[in-house]
């Protein structure tokens, strides 16, 4: 208890700190005020294909959103980028099932669910972006994708002097493209990151940023998409935003928005 009241105290003035049952509390009244239904929407997911965020042996954030609303389609990659695009909003928009309006059958709707990932641990004190995982003993990060563009920034001292090593045979294409948004887009926020003291302070800060990146992004392909398809696409569009924390114990979710695009 002590480990989520810290966390809910360091990210209190940025998101709603939630367990897995508040968090679906507030997902389902929000969503079915607004007419998203099982049997009519369809989720989209932009999260980290890690795989602590849905393990059965675990209670997670994905795991009762899918039980929910009966699965999902994948925009995401590595640090939840939408790596799926604007082609893969289209081709999940094909999807959903039906709605029914007045005898009328209609498209459905889209629920898009944003969320970075950190983990959270007690040892002799807090560490955040580390987890021990089910069946392990030893100290992993969580998402080990930031946490390791965190340790090569550290290694290179400033986003000017970061390597993005090439990939001529496209065989790591979320790491280039998430390493070149961060250091291009994020250089002013990931230098005051460099500068903080607290190494938990700067893992607060990053997963921050991290969404930041993963929003702004899917505002910007749900844009493209409603001008591309806005004709055809008869649904309504929700957008559910916030950070997971993984803890040995399960999920807690920092709440950032839930907002409609499309209604």
Same mark, same amino acid.
């Given at each position: 208890?002590?480990?989520?009241?810290?966390?809910? #105290?360091?990210?209190?003035?940025?998101?709603?700190?939630?367990?897995?049952?508040?968090? /679906?509390?507030?997902?389902?009244?929000?969503?079915?005020?607004? $007419?998203? %239904?099982?049997?009519?929407?369809?989720?989209?997911? *932009?999260? &980290?294909?890690?795989?602590?965020?849905?393990?059965?042996?675990?209670?997670?954030?994905? #795991?009762?959103?899918?039980?929910?609303?009966?699965?999902?389609?994948?925009?995401? $990659?590595?640090?939840?980028?939408? /790596?799926?695009?604007? *082609?893969?909003?289209?081709?999940?928009?094909?999807?959903?099932?039906?709605?029914?309006?007045?005898?009328?059958?209609?498209?459905?709707?889209?629920?898009?669910?944003?969320?970075?990932?950190?983990?959270?641990?007690?040892? %002799?004190?807090?560490?955040?972006?580390?987890?021990?995982?089910?069946?392990?003993?030893?100290?992993?990060?969580? &998402?080990?994708? !930031? /946490?390791?563009?965190?340790?090569?920034? #550290?290694?290179? $001292?400033?986003?000017?002097?970061? =390597?993005?090593?090439?990939?001529?045979?496209?065989?790591?294409?979320?790491?280039?493209?998430?390493?070149? +948004?961060?250091?291009?887009?994020?250089?002013?926020?990931?230098?005051?990151?460099?500068? !903080?003291?607290?190494?938990? =302070?700067?893992?607060?800060?990053?997963?921050?940023?991290?969404?930041?990146?993963?929003?702004?992004?899917?505002? +910007? /392909?749900?844009?493209?998409?409603?001008?591309? +398809?806005?004709?055809?696409?008869? $649904?309504?569009?929700?957008?559910?935003?916030?950070?997971?924390?993984?803890?040995?114990?399960?999920?807690?979710?920092?709440?950032? %928005?839930?907002?409609?695009?499309?209604?």
């Amino acid at each position: 208890m002590e480990l989520l009241q810290q966390a809910e #105290k360091d990210y209190k003035n940025w998101g709603n700190f939630l367990d897995i049952s508040g968090f /679906m509390d507030k997902i389902t009244t929000n969503l079915s005020e607004k $007419g998203f %239904e099982r049997g009519n929407s369809r989720l989209v997911y *932009s999260v &980290c294909p890690d795989d602590v965020n849905r393990l059965q042996d675990l209670n997670t954030i994905e #795991k009762a959103l899918t039980s929910e609303y009966n699965n999902e389609f994948h925009l995401g $990659g590595l640090g939840a980028y939408p /790596m799926g695009g604007v *082609s893969g909003i289209i081709a999940a928009s094909h999807h959903p099932p039906d709605r029914i309006l007045n005898g009328d059958r209609r498209g459905g709707n889209l629920i898009f669910f944003i969320s970075p990932h950190f983990g959270l641990i007690e040892k %002799e004190n807090y560490l955040y972006g580390k987890i021990i995982r089910p069946g392990q003993q030893k100290i992993t990060s969580s &998402c080990g994708a !930031m /946490m390791g563009f965190l340790d090569a920034l #550290k290694t290179a $001292g400033s986003p000017n002097n970061f =390597d993005i090593t090439p990939d001529p045979h496209t065989l790591d294409p979320t790491r280039m493209v998430l390493h070149s +948004e961060l250091i291009n887009n994020y250089s002013d926020w990931l230098n005051n990151i460099l500068q !903080m003291d607290d190494p938990n =302070d700067q893992v607060i800060d990053l997963f921050k940023l991290n969404y930041d990146l993963v929003i702004n992004k899917i505002d +910007e /392909m749900i844009e493209e998409f409603l001008t591309l +398809e806005g004709d055809h696409f008869e $649904g309504d569009i929700a957008v559910i935003g916030g950070v997971t924390v993984n803890t040995v114990s399960g999920d807690n979710f920092i709440l950032k %928005e839930i907002k409609f695009p499309k209604i």
